[in-house]
């Protein structure tokens, strides 16, 4: 990492960066870890696959009926209905019938049970008419009708799932499905993070004058935990120098990446900035969004490391935005799955050009299926209730000003996480 982006110190006016370039600059810079596990299926649900997974079976792996009724040749169906049948046993799903069927013969026949050797249709229940081991059939069927094939869903020797994508419930589905019980994952990455500030009290500490609550270790928790990673809280550090170099040492030597709160700006007391350039290769930046603007992201010891700013709402929309995307490439993952939709806003949104604006939005869809968005109201970035409120962002243009109540605006629809 070089500081070429440092445009924090060296050209306040002209160099903010876009949202866009942050991204990119994030992506390039995160390698995925390598550590490979091997895991039982269950503890694997949300881990990235190392190795593309093959199917050693067909599934279904037998012919078998996909409805309840009777088996039958469809030879007998040639001629003309009503028909009439012999049921000389039946096949029920694990316990298969093994005798020959004759043409003017059937077998009763239930939902995934294996269709007999000499069968290759099944007429449903409900079009037949029994009285005692007799059946009727009074209309016309379809040669090979309600059968399922071998292999129609998922065909032995072809990759079911691919390397690099993330495990859902459905696939745990799947790899039981083919008699999978341990895949090969990479290692979950460890977040370490605290919050600076002589002025923060952790919970059950009583607030002087001055003093608040520290809520940025809460909001963080909560996205952490939701993004599946580990963590590593190591609390509100004093603004003091000595005591904020060792935490962070301490953090990179621990974990995968490395969260800071507040302490990055220029005030007189924010010592984070003033150490990262003793221990670490970091580009201080001003990126063109609101609310988030200045945001520390670099290295320290190859440890990924983001100063991200003090206030609440800042914390959350970076964290949402630039965090979320580095843990997924820290994971091997593609993408955020961020849903950008279009809304009709209902009210007037004040707007001064030259920032994205991510305000707080509240996403409805009407009963005609419009989709419609809402202001949480105040949009300071100390307004932590408009992100408690919000289930998207009303992301508005750099350059666009004032939104008038009516108009279309894109919407960031939260993809779980806040
Ligand atoms: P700073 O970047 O340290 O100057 O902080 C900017 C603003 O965010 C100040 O009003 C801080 O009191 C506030 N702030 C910083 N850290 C936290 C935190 N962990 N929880 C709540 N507010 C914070
Ligand atoms: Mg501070």
Same mark, same amino acid.
């Given at each position: 990492?070089?500081?070429?982006?440092?445009?924090?110190?060296?050209? *306040?006016?002209?160099?903010? $960066?876009?949202?866009?370039?942050?991204?990119? #600059?994030?992506?390039?810079?995160?390698?995925?870890?390598? /550590?490979?596990?091997?895991?039982?299926?269950?503890?694997?649900?949300?881990?990235?696959?190392?190795?593309?997974?093959?199917?050693?079976?067909?599934?279904? +792996?037998?012919?078998?009926?996909?409805?309840?009724?009777?088996? !039958?040749?469809?030879?007998?169906?040639?001629?003309?209905?009503?028909? #009439?049948?012999?049921?000389?046993?039946?096949?029920?799903?694990?316990?298969?019938?093994?005798?020959?069927?004759?043409?003017?013969?059937?077998?009763? @026949?239930?939902?995934?049970?294996?269709? *007999?050797?000499?069968?290759? /249709?099944?007429?449903?229940?409900?079009?037949?008419?029994?009285?005692?081991?007799? !059946?009727? !059939?009074?209309?016309?069927?379809?040669?090979?009708?309600?059968?399922?094939? +071998?292999?129609?869903?998922?065909?032995?020797?072809?990759?079911?799932?691919?390397?690099?994508?993330?495990?859902? *419930?459905?696939?745990?589905?799947?790899?039981?499905?083919?008699?999978?019980?341990?895949?090969?994952?990479?290692?979950?990455?460890?977040?370490?993070?605290?919050?600076?500030?002589?002025?923060?009290?952790?919970?059950?500490?009583?607030?002087?004058?001055?003093?608040?609550?520290?809520s940025n270790?809460?909001?963080?928790?909560?996205?952490?935990?939701?993004?599946?990673?580990?963590?590593?809280?190591?609390?509100?550090?004093?603004?003091?120098?000595?005591?904020?170099?060792? /935490?962070?040492?301490?953090?990179?030597?621990?974990?995968?990446?490395?969260?800071?709160s507040g302490?990055?700006s220029?005030?007189?007391?924010?010592?984070?900035?003033?150490?990262?350039? =003793?221990?670490?290769?970091?580009?201080?930046?001003? @990126?063109?969004?609101?609310p988030g603007k200045p945001?520390?992201?670099?290295?320290?010891?190859?440890?990924?490391?983001?100063?991200l700013p003090g206030n609440p709402v800042s914390v959350m929309a970076t964290?949402?935005?630039?965090?979320?995307?580095?843990?997924?490439?820290?994971?091997?993952?593609?993408?955020?799955?961020?849903?950008?939709?279009?809304?009709?806003? $209902?009210?007037?949104?004040?707007?001064?050009?030259?920032?994205?604006?991510?305000?707080?939005?509240?996403?409805?869809?009407?009963?005609?299926?419009?989709?419609?968005? =809402?202001?949480?109201?105040?949009?300071g970035s100390h307004i932590l209730?408009?992100?408690?409120?919000?289930?998207?962002?009303?992301?508005?243009? #750099?350059?666009?000003?004032?939104?008038?109540?009516?108009?279309?605006? =894109?919407?960031?629809?939260?993809?779980?996480?806040?």
């Open positions: 990492m070089t500081n070429n982006n440092d445009c924090f110190k060296n050209d *306040p006016q002209h160099a903010l $960066l876009t949202v866009e370039k942050t991204l990119q #600059q994030i992506k390039q810079a995160i390698e995925p870890l390598k /550590t490979r596990q091997t895991l039982a299926i269950r503890d694997a649900l949300g881990r990235t696959l190392a190795e593309n997974v093959v199917s050693s079976i067909n599934v279904p +792996p037998h012919r078998n009926s996909a409805m309840d009724g009777y088996a !039958i040749n469809s030879e007998f169906l040639t001629s003309a209905p009503p028909l #009439q049948l012999t049921v000389i046993g039946s096949s029920f799903a694990g316990n298969p019938f093994h005798g020959k069927v004759s043409v003017t013969e059937c077998v009763r @026949i239930m939902t995934g049970a294996m269709m *007999p050797d000499d069968c290759d /249709t099944v007429i449903m229940q409900e079009d037949t008419l029994r009285t005692e081991n007799i !059946i009727q !059939i009074n209309k016309q069927h379809e040669k090979a009708q309600n059968v399922r094939h +071998p292999g129609e869903d998922i065909a032995k020797n072809t990759t079911v799932l691919k390397a690099g994508r993330q495990i859902t *419930p459905a696939d745990l589905g799947l790899l039981s499905s083919i008699g999978i019980s341990e895949v090969t994952t990479y290692r979950k990455p460890k977040v370490a993070f605290f919050s600076t500030g002589d002025e923060l009290k952790s919970l059950g500490e009583t607030l002087g004058p001055g003093d608040i609550y520290d270790r809460y909001t963080l928790f909560g996205m952490l935990t939701k993004l599946d990673v580990d963590i590593l809280d190591l609390g509100v550090i004093a603004d003091d120098k000595t005591l904020i170099r060792e /935490t962070l040492e301490k953090a990179a030597s621990e974990a995968d990446m490395i969260l800071t302490g990055a220029v005030g007189e007391a924010d010592y984070v900035s003033e150490i990262l350039q =003793e221990i670490g290769q970091v580009n201080f930046w001003k @990126i063109a969004m609101k945001l520390a992201f670099g290295m320290i010891n190859n440890t990924p490391y983001f100063g964290c949402y935005l630039f965090v979320q995307l580095a843990i997924t490439r820290l994971k091997g993952l593609d993408d955020n799955n961020h849903l950008s939709l279009q809304a009709r806003c $209902l009210n007037p949104l004040n707007k001064a050009p030259g920032r994205t604006d991510f305000q707080r939005g509240i996403l409805k869809q009407t009963t005609d299926g419009v989709l419609t968005v =809402e202001t949480t109201g105040l949009q209730t408009s992100m408690s409120l919000a289930n998207c962002f009303i992301v508005i243009p #750099q350059n666009s000003g004032n939104v008038a109540a009516g108009e279309t605006v =894109e919407v960031l629809a939260f993809n779980g996480i806040i």
